[in-house]
T-cell receptor, first 117, second 112 residues
């Protein structure tokens, strides 16, 4: 299985500040993703992090609020900007791996638990 | 639009089998996944099934797929207290670059 790490694992932040979350995967992958899991809820895709180009955002998420970088095939960052208490969530990084010609699997990092006061 | 539905809670006794059910709406799904989330942890990939398969078995886990009814199930044999967690099913949308749509999660409680 894949190894995906995230930093920080958790943080408590003041409203109006920004936090950058880092995601490192153990091998080169084409596709990396960022998800949000609000308290007691399921996962929602924020964006697809594209290497060498701008991220592709899902409806309801914008680049100004969630800027994403993808400088290479093993690393990505997500910034939560100008935070408010509504941004308190778990943020999860994910990567898609291809095992063999047709089998694809998608693994997740351990998540970053963010509390905004 | 795309939707994935799961029942929210399941309670079983240790040693019994657990069956967690999931329905999905998008017929273009290629892969369907089951993930496990323990308290305070991220998502652990348990197993997945390709849409042209009916069944996949992996040790204590059996996945059944009824593509006609768009119904997916996860059976855990000999359920243990360590299996207590939230289980998410997810469909991969072929027409949207393999985007994953998650169900709400089923909280499995295993009583000794």
């Amino acid at each position: 299985s894949a190894v995906i790490s995230q930093k920080p694992s958790r943080d408590i932040c003041q409203r109006g500040t920004s936090l950058t979350i880092q995601c490192q995967v153990d091998s080169q992958v084409t596709m990396m993703f960022w998800y949000r899991q609000q308290p007691g809820q399921s996962l929602t895709l924020i964006a697809t992090a594209n290497q060498g180009s701008e991220a592709t955002y899902e409806s309801g998420f914008v680049i100004d609020k969630f800027p994403i970088s993808r400088p290479n095939l093993t690393f990505s960052t997500l910034t939560v900007s100008n935070m408010s208490p509504e941004d308190s969530s778990i943020y999860l990084c994910s990567a898609r791996y291809y095992e063999g010609k047709i089998q694809e699997t998608q693994y997740f990092g351990p998540g970053t638990r963010l509390l905004v006061l | 639009g795309e939707d994935v539905e799961q029942s929210l809670f399941l309670s079983v006794r240790e040693g019994d089998s657990s069956v967690i059910n999931c329905t999905y709406t998008d017929s273009s799904s290629t892969y369907l996944y089951w993930y496990k989330q323990e308290p305070g942890a991220g998502l652990q990939l348990l197993t997945y099934i390709f849409s042209n398969m009916d069944m996949k078995q992996d040790q204590r886990l059996t996945v059944l797929l009824n593509k006609k009814d768009k119904h997916l199930s996860l059976r855990i044999a000999d359920t243990q207290t360590g299996d207590s967690a939230i289980y998410f099913c997810a469909e991969s949308l072929y027409n949207q670059g393999g985007k994953l749509i998650f169900g709400q999660g089923t909280e499995l409680s295993v009583k000794p």
